[in-house]
C-alpha cells in the first residue's frame, strides 16, 4: 500500500474516533469511568445482537439523543 494510501486511511481511522468520542461526551461518560462505558457498551451491543425489539429501542434512543428524526 502506498503511503499515501496509508495516510488516507489513518485520517479516516482518527476522524471515527473523533466521532465516537464525541458520541460518549454527549452522554455524558467522559469522566474517567472507563470500565462502566465498556461494560454498558458491551452489555448493550449483546442485549441488541439477542433481540431486534431491543435493538430497535436502542437505535431510536440514539438517534433522538442525536436529533435524527425516525420514521
Known sequence: ???LAVSEVRKKDTR???A???LVMKAGLQT???ELLLGLLLDGRRRAERDETERARLVALGAEALGH???
Open 1 to 3: 500500500m502506498s503511503r
Open 16 to 18: 471515527e474516533k473523533i
Open 20 to 22: 465516537l468520542g464525541g
Open 32 to 34: 474517567g469511568q472507563h
Open 69 to 71: 428524526a425516525r420514521d
